[in-house]
């Protein structure tokens, strides 16, 4: 297995990061096989969406629908308010995704891309691995 570890910096606000041009320069030229992204965070995921048309914006206003940061709705107490919710996130979207690798390239769709997901201002910093494990 060949793996390595990038810091992306997400700021202070929710957001989603593209990470499809940076996953497909690791497995570039690497053959067959499978690419493995994870996110070593409590309070951040990974999904594959079609970005660029407004799905980012939508993604994090369906989670503040699903998982509301309002202050006092949430047991979890410690960092900024509705912190909360940002532990329950990975429940909803995985801390990790794997995606097949065929000649290397990532097998995504046409409008598919890799991007982390972050709700939690309070780090304003996240470390993915990107992980290929040759088939």
């Known amino acids: ?6 810091t992306v910096a997400t700021g202070r606000h929710p957001t989603v990061v593209d990470l499809t ?3 497909a320069a690791f497995v570039s030229g690497r053959g ?14 990974l999904a594959i969406i079609e970005t660029g048309a407004g799905s980012d914006s939508d ?3 369906s989670i503040d629908d699903l998982l509301p940061a309002q ?4 047991r979890h107490r410690h960092g900024s308010p509705g912190h909360g919710r940002d532990h329950v996130l ?3 979207i995985a801390p990790s995704v794997t995606v097949p690798v065929i000649g290397g390239r990532m097998t995504l769709g046409t409008w598919q891309s890799l991007v982390l997901v972050d709700t939690n201002g309070d780090n304003p910093t996240r470390r ?3 992980s290929f494990i040759a088939g």
């Not at 202050?71 to 949430?74: A, K, L, M, P, Q």
């Open 21 to 23: 041009s940076e996953a």
């Open 1 to 6: 297995m060949e793996s390595i570890e990038i």
């Open 128 to 130: 993915v691995r990107f």
């Open 59 to 61: 993604l994090l206003a």
């Open 71 to 74: 202050e006092g709705r949430w």
């Open 32 to 45: 067959d096989g499978l690419l493995s992204v994870f996110v070593p965070h409590a309070t951040a995921g």
């Open 90 to 92: 990975p429940a909803w």
